[in-house]
């Protein structure tokens, strides 16, 4: 990482508990403008909690995220602003139509009636949302859904980008289009996205960061992990595999009896 | 491009505009509204046509028990509906103050009631059309019911911001309307005094929690300090209660 860049998204130490389970741990990585970073783990990893704690919809109970410099707890209007998010269940208002959805994130992001106008044209067009923009969420596919959800992350071109599983739902060439577009917006920005289908995050990311329950186990380009597994004979796939397996417990020695 | 996020007032307009429009989505407020605008007018027919009165008071006289049921009914969606369907998550991240969000929601539902109210118009007419209303009571009647209105909706948003069903949403707001307008029944006081003999529990329940003694006051055209700070205050504290919850949902 080069020092003299800020970074625009920057994690530091961040823990979050839920009661008694430790569902984040220590956990530290930033991206600077310009990167694309690939989030995996299993299920369960902990990567939705760590999303939802760069969105600001969880607060971290240790540690310190900031979002384009801005603190998520300091300042969490600010640090809202320069986010575009995509949650996990990517839920959205159902009995709205298409357009007054984007409009109402839009309003609510504070962007005046010229920017709206501006930015509704560039999401709907970049998102290919033309055919849906009349009717209502609720009768639009799970495809539709999916780019109607990443639509309203954009419409502020905001500098950091966060998307939970943004490529669920989407067909083969949905998902091979996401990644040019993905690709196209990264210039300036700085975007994360998460993901289990490793292939996906190889093909679409130069650097890639793994979680495993709760605590950073890889944070390296692809290039590295990809000359790694050459080397040893293993699919890039299989490299990052063995990075997610915990390493094997020994068997407990047998007691003489 | 990243504009500034929007300030308490101007987040919270922009809040109610999507939820006004959300109410009449599902039709659900709708019918609701309707029925309850059906039910007030007939009551006010009933009066009119079998006693001859020819003013508001039992129509005003009627309405927080009509109120006890139809303001719950539009309260309890408020946050339990966004919980259940996980656009919580997408409100709270948006760039506005939590209580431009809770204030937002409020006066779309106190709008959605104020549709209501106005759609009593056609009694105040017929009443100037046939007589000579006290139009100043007349007015400080509709004060009071936009108050006490607003107090129970208020009430309700809190409420419904405690669970994620939207039917233990409903049940909880129409109890605590419910104890609200009931304690302030004379005959309801004169059971409770007579339960709990010398504690006079039933009078000071309705002196002091009940909202009908000050509801009824404001309809009497008396708009006396302490029942405007009754409203005023209990609506602000339960707003600000709301906000703290929502807050702490969120963390």
């Known amino acids: ?257 | 491009m990243t504009a500034q996020p929007l300030g308490l007032l101007a987040g919270a307009r922009v809040i109610a505009s999507r939820e006004f429009a959300a109410w009449f989505d599902s039709g659900v407020a709708t019918a609701s509204t309707i029925a309850a605008l059906l039910l007030a007018n007939s009551i006010f027919m009933n009066e009119f046509f079998l006693a001859g009165r020819i003013d508001m008071g039992p129509f005003f006289s009627r309405l927080p028990v009509l109120l006890v049921l139809f303001l719950p009914a539009q309260s309890m969606r408020l946050w339990a509906e966004e919980r259940r369907t996980r656009t919580f998550e997408v409100l709270v991240t948006l760039p506005l103050a939590t209580g431009s969000l809770v204030l937002g929601k409020f006066l779309a539902a106190l709008a959605l009631y104020g549709l209501f109210l106005v759609g009593t118009a056609p009694i105040v007419v017929m009443l100037c059309v046939l007589g000579a209303p006290d139009l100043g009571l007349l007015a400080s009647g509709y004060l009071a019911a936009l108050l006490l209105g607003g107090l129970l909706l208020a009430l309700g948003s809190l409420l419904s911001a405690l669970s994620s069903d939207q039917v233990v949403a409903f049940v909880l707001a129409a109890l605590v309307s419910a104890a609200l307008v009931l304690s302030g029944d004379e005959r309801l006081v004169a059971v409770l005094d007579g339960l709990f003999s010398g504690a006079n529990v039933g009078t000071w329940i309705h002196d002091v929690f009940s909202a009908i003694p000050h509801y009824e006051e404001l309809v009497g055209g008396i708009a006396s300090a302490p029942a405007l700070a009754y409203f005023v205050g209990l609506t602000a504290l339960s707003l600000w209660l709301t906000t703290t919850l929502v807050r702490r949902l969120r963390t």
């Not at chain 1, 993905?182 to 793994?210: K, Q």
Request: hydrophobic share 45%; glycine share 8%; net charge positive.
């Open chain 1, 1 to 257: 990482m080069n020092d003299s860049v800020r970074p625009l998204l920057d994690i530091r130490g961040v823990t979050k508990r839920y009661g008694a389970t430790v569902a984040v741990e220590r956990v530290s990585f930033a991206l600077e403008p310009g990167e694309i970073v690939g989030f995996v783990g299993p299920n369960g990893a902990g990567k939705s909690t760590l999303l939802k704690l760069v969105s600001t919809f969880l607060v971290p109970d240790e540690g310190s995220i900031e979002l384009a410099g801005h603190d998520v707890v300091k300042e969490p209007l600010a640090a809202r602003a320069s986010l575009g998010y995509l949650a996990e269940h990517n839920a959205l208002y159902d009995g709205m139509r298409v357009l007054r959805y984007l409009e109402f994130v839009g309003r609510a992001r504070g962007l005046a009636r010229a920017q709206l106008a501006e930015r509704l044209a560039w999401t709907i067009g970049a998102c290919a949302l033309e055919a849906v923009t009349k009717k209502r969420v609720q009768e639009c596919s799970k495809g539709y859904r999916q780019r109607i959800g990443l639509a309203a992350a954009l419409i502020h071109d905001p500098p950091v980008i966060a998307l939970d599983e943004p490529t669920h739902g989407l067909d083969p060439l949905q998902m091979a289009a996401f990644r040019d577009f993905l690709r196209s917006l990264a210039p300036g920005r700085a975007i994360l996205f998460s993901s289990h289908i490793v292939g996906e995050v190889c093909d679409t990311c130069e650097r890639v960061v793994a979680i495993h329950k709760g605590k950073l186990v890889a944070d390296e380009p692809v290039s590295a992990l990809s000359k790694r597994a050459t080397a040893a004979g293993r699919t890039l796939d299989q490299e990052l595999v063995r990075l997610l397996e915990p390493a094997p417990t020994p068997a407990p020695k047998e007691t003489a009896r």
